[in-house]
């Protein structure tokens, strides 16, 4: 089991940045796909990137990619969503998710471990 508390969120302009960390606790953390999703008011929540148990592998959702960068700290238990460019559109609420397996899936439904989330607003 892991518990995932997510960090780095606030209020920035549109082309500005942001980095969110995800932070776990337990000793297995190298063992969890970590994912990341977001959820605008009103919306599903989506994908937005996911991490390989080593990070060598990521893969990001076309609406971000060549502006965000997931990558992550085994040694500190933390994933980071690096966030640049970032636009109006992005805004959201951004949760990561753990998932003990080496699949990198994108699925909501295939995530058992899920942070309480941070709030990412962009103003224009």
């Known amino acids: 089991q892991v518990q995932l508390v997510e960090s780095g969120g606030g209020l920035v302009q549109a082309g500005g940045s942001l980095r969110l960390s995800c932070a776990a606790s337990?000793?297995?953390?190298?063992?969890?796909?970590i994912g990341w999703f977001r959820q605008a008011p009103g919306k599903e929540r989506e994908f937005v990137a996911v991490?390989?148990?080593?990070?060598?592998?990521?893969y990001v959702a076309d609406s971000v990619r060549g502006r965000f960068t997931i990558f992550r700290d085994n040694a500190k238990n933390t994933v980071y969503l690096q966030m640049n460019s970032l636009k109006p559109e992005d805004t959201a609420d951004y949760y990561c998710?753990?998932?003990?397996?080496?699949?990198?899936?994108?699925?909501?439904?295939?995530?058992?471990?899920w942070g309480q989330g941070t709030q990412v607003t962009v103003s224009s």
């Open positions: 998710a753990g998932d003990y397996t080496s699949v990198m899936n994108r699925e909501v439904s295939e995530y058992d471990y």
């Open positions: 337990g000793r297995t953390f190298n063992q969890y796909v």
């Open positions: 991490i390989s148990r080593t990070g060598r592998n990521t």
